[in-house]
Structures are given as C-alpha cells and as structure tokens.
C-alpha cells in the first residue's frame, strides 16, 4: 500500500515532520504487475535499496540518476529551461506523463549551476500525484522512494522559500532498453522483513521460474512460476539465508538464465518512530512493537557526525536530555530478535529534533 506524504503547511526551510518517512514502494503498487516499467523500477529499488550508501563525494545525485537512466533506457533526450519556475503549472506542463526514468535537475538559480542544483527520478507524475526518488536527502547519501500529491512535492523541495526554485532540465526516454535475459536483483530491504526476488521483463518470455537453494553451492529447486517479474518468498525463516536463481521461459519451453544468482535474508520488520513533547520542548523517541522482536538498539548521531548507539531496552521508547526541540541529533532505532544479528531489522527511517531541516 503506498503511503501518501502529508500536506502540512511548509515554513521557509522547514519541513513537515511526515516528510522524514522513507516512503517505498515497488512498480507493481504503480504499473500492471509483469510490465516493463513496473519490473525496472522494481529492478532499481532492489539495485539500490533504500538503505543503500553510494560511494564518493560530490555529484551524487546526477550520477545516480544517471545510473537509473541506463537500467531504463537505451536512447534519451535531455531538455532545457531557462528561468522556469518550480510551481504547479510548469512542472506539470513539462512533466505530466514522463516516462519512468525520468531525469529532473532543479535548481536555486534561474541558470544551471551544478553546485546550486539537485537531481532527482519521476517514476510517474500525474495531475494530482507523483511517485519519485531521491539519492541524497539532508546529505544522508541515502535512496528514499517517495510518494506524494503535486502540492506535497513542490513543497518538499520547498518552492516557497526559493530553495530550488527553478525547474532546469530533464533528460526524457525516448526508447526504453530491453534484455535479452533478467537482470536480478534481492529486493529483501524494500519490503521489511520479507524476502523479494526482482528481475527486469525479458523480451520474448511468457513466464519465469524461479529456483530456491538453502546454500551457494547447495541444489537448486524451483518453488515457483509466475508471469509478474518479482517473487515474494512467504516460506523463508527469519535470520536464514536463501539463494535464488530465475529463468525466463519462452512459448516454446525455452530457457533463459538470469544474469547472475542472488542471496537475501529475511529480518524482523523495521520500527517506525516518532518524537513526543511532554513538556514544552522536552520530549522522548517512540516507535512501535516489531512482532518477534527480543530488544530494540537505539542510534544517535549530531548533525553531520557519525551513529553511536546509546542504548539497547526492551522499551519501545527512548527517553534523554538530549531530546529536546530544536537539537541537531539524529535517531534511528533497529529491531533485534533472540538470535541477535541473524535476524534484526534494518533502521527505522531517520528523525531528528532539529526544528529546520535543509535539503543538500
């Protein structure tokens, strides 16, 4: 199910507490299941999940949507604009209807400044939604799949404050790519908890199988066909890893391996949190009970320092003096089951007590 942004009123460099969500979804939940579009974005958040660091410093947004670019597409066009304003009217004007893959480059200036600009990849835009993704939000290097109305998406990226206040350049589709084989991809961190197998359409296939082993070099055995282009593994256990394999298969009975075996792991579903205030800026970190979860491990970080953990309970709340409106620290919080590492969680998405939060 998606989950839909607030449209909380935006104050000038501020955003709504909802907005630190990290929104994900899968092609599926925005195309037919089995559709080309829907099996490359599925590829993608599998490629690069939501919990994925990229590697370097400087240009991580355009050369991650560039990387995106490449799954979808094999011919693109980039065009360009010069002192169009981010508002409701243009940005649908230009992008209503995109291709998924989209590449969109806003801005602080009304030229094009690599420094002053910020890229980001549609998926879909429609007059009242758009489904989007984003490499690099409070300079966290992180991959957030976002869902939202036009309004919660213009107010995101703050509009109204001039902060990328200008619309540059996208660089459309033209002509989407298309594989001879599945490219494959876990995508067991997009849905938490669970165990997911993503491969891009392969032309010419009429349905895939796909193929289980309990070790690397262990049998493998097919435990399912499908015509869609990913698979959820209801039967795996929680801290175990499985390997997987998939073959398109043609009318005619033929098989076409994928390009390579993947390995994933089921873990405890991720804790959401928020911050309660109690006592005029005062307040404590909650979240709530993950079913199997033994303990919870509590993180913190200062603005733009690295993650310590604090505190490991049994709580599903963390209290301290430090948590207090308008502090520049971070929190993330993880499940942890009676095995320990074999099957805890992925991080809850990040929430902070700062009262501004900047977009790189």
């Known amino acids: ?30 195309y037919e299941p089995g559709s080309l579009e829907a099996s490359y974005v599925d590829y993608v958040q599998g490629v ?14 355009g050369r991650w949507s560039n990387m995106v670019r490449a799954v979808f597409s094999s011919s693109s066009k980039e065009v360009n604009y010069k002192g169009l304003r981010f508002n409701r009217k243009n940005f649908l004007s230009v992008c209503k209807g995109c291709a998924p893959g989209t590449k969109l480059v806003l801005g602080q200036a009304t030229y094009e ?16 939604e758009v489904w989007w993704a984003d490499c690099n939000w409070n300079h966290d290097n992180v991959i957030h799949y976002r869902h939202g109305t036009v309004r919660d998406f213009i107010n995101f990226y703050h509009y109204k404050s001039s902060k990328y206040s200008y619309l540059h350049f996208i660089v459309r589709i033209n002509k989407y790519r298309h594989y001879s084989k599945p490219k494959t991809a876990s995508a067991d961190t997009v849905r938490d908890g669970t165990a997911r197998i993503v491969w891009t359409r392969t032309s010419g296939a009429k349905t895939y199988y796909v193929y289980r082993s309990p070790s690397k070099n262990g049998n493998f055995s097919r435990i399912a066909e499908t015509e869609a282009c990913s698979y959820r593994d209801d039967t795996a256990e929680a801290g175990k890893t499985y390997y997987y394999k998939v073959a ?23 804790p959401h949190t928020s911050l309660k205030y109690t006592k005029g800026k005062k307040g404590k970190l909650v979240w709530n009970a993950v079913p199997g979860a033994d303990r919870y491990a509590v ?20 209290s301290n003096r430090l948590i207090k409106r308008g502090k520049r620290y971070w929190y993330k919080v993880k499940a942890l089951g009676p ?22």
């Open 299 to 318: 993180y913190r970080k200062a603005d733009g320092g690295k993650w310590k953990k604090v505190k490991t309970t049994r709580n599903t709340y963390y």
């Open 48 to 61: 690069w999940k939501d919990d994925t660091r990229l590697k370097g410093r400087g240009g991580l947004c």
């Open 113 to 128: 400044n690599g420094s002053l600009s910020h890229a980001i990849v549609l998926f879909k835009v429609t007059s009242e």
């Open 248 to 270: 398109a298969v043609d009318k005619d009975g033929n098989k076409t391996w994928g390009d390579k075996e993947v390995s994933t792991k089921t873990r405890l579903d991720r």
């Open 1 to 30: 199910m998606l989950i839909t942004l607030c449209a909380a009123p935006v104050q000038s460099f501020a955003l709504p507490v909802c907005h630190y969500e990290h929104n994900t979804y899968t092609g599926e939940d925005i």
């Open 339 to 360: 095995n320990g590492k074999s099957s805890a969680s992925m991080y809850s998405p990040w929430i902070t007590t700062m009262r501004y939060a900047w977009v790189p």
